[in-house]
């Protein structure tokens, strides 16, 4: 089985929903508490290239940073977007799984099924 390493925040309902779906299936992974240790702008394009989305599609629209940076702005390219993640990493959805060179967001938690064998 390929590694598999879940970026969690605990306080999350859908996080904590997704790390208890691996557990069910006896599956471990490494949880990585993003909010503790943010990704950096490299960990953010390579999580985005194995999601297949913009960066974008990776914002919490309904944080406080979001519009305080004016993050709806959509002259922002990938780049400015991607920056402000990994500065203010709460603006990044969640969770996340990660199996090999494929990931998903688990929104709903159930979406993570599909990397699970």
Known sequence: ????????????????????????RGLQATVMHYLDTPPTAAQLRDLLSKLGIAARQLLRSGEDEYRELNLANAALGDAELIE??????????RPILVAGDRAVIGRPPENILELLP
């Open 1 to 24: 089985m390929t590694d598999l390493t879940l970026y969690h925040n605990p306080r999350c309902s859908k996080s904590r929903a997704a790390l208890q779906l691996l557990e069910e």
């Open 84 to 93: 402000a993640m990994a500065a203010h990493p709460r603006l990044i959805e």
